[in-house]
């Protein structure tokens, strides 16, 4: 796992001010992907969870089945914990960075990275999620870093199949990879 004082080289403000400067961005992404997919699944998981943000979109859209978050940042875990009181589905926060992820193979139905997968090393990242997951993966890449999108897909093509949504208001490029 990667140290505590590393974690905050990976954001650029305090838990607390996180939910308000990036909650409508975040939301954004949430509804296109959930739009698509629907909210049919029994366990979801959130690689760089942060805040807790999924989460509460997931409550407030009627998800009735387990998440679970995980960060590299016990502050942003404590903090998505104190601020996921109210929702009325189970939530689960781990400390874990994405290279290292404490589940057993095959534990999620769909996993998910939002806007995180330019913070990791692709291969490890990737080969990681698969590891995971059973049958869906949801991966984000910032459209400012237009540098890793070739990488990024030619790892993922060798997984699955690719479904790119796109949505004018998004910041990201957003793929959906069904495993084979």
Do not use: W
Request: aromatic residues 10%; glycine residues 6%.
């Amino acid at each position: 796992m990667l140290c505590h004082g590393l974690s905050k080289l990976f954001y650029d403000v305090p838990a607390e001010g996180y939910r308000e400067l990036y909650q409508d961005e975040q939301f954004v992404k949430y509804r296109v992907v959930f739009n698509y997919l629907g909210l049919g699944f029994s366990r979801v998981l959130d690689i760089g969870c942060s805040v807790g943000l999924l989460a509460r979109y997931l409550g407030d859209a009627g998800f009735d089945g387990v998440y679970v978050g995980v960060d590299i940042d016990h502050d942003r875990i404590k903090y998505a914990k104190k601020n996921s009181s109210h929702v009325e589905h189970d939530v689960e926060y781990v400390v874990a960075d994405g290279h290292h992820l404490p589940f057993r193979d095959e534990s999620f139905q769909i996993s998910t990275s939002f806007t995180v997968i330019h913070l990791l090393d692709i291969d490890k990242a990737v080969e990681e999620v698969v590891r995971i997951s059973q049958q869906l993966i949801v991966v984000t890449l910032l459209k400012k870093r237009e540098d890793l999108r070739e990488n990024l897909i030619e790892k993922i093509q060798k997984i699955g199949k690719i479904i790119e949504l796109e949505d004018v208001q998004s910041k990201d490029y957003c793929f959906i990879i069904i495993l084979d």
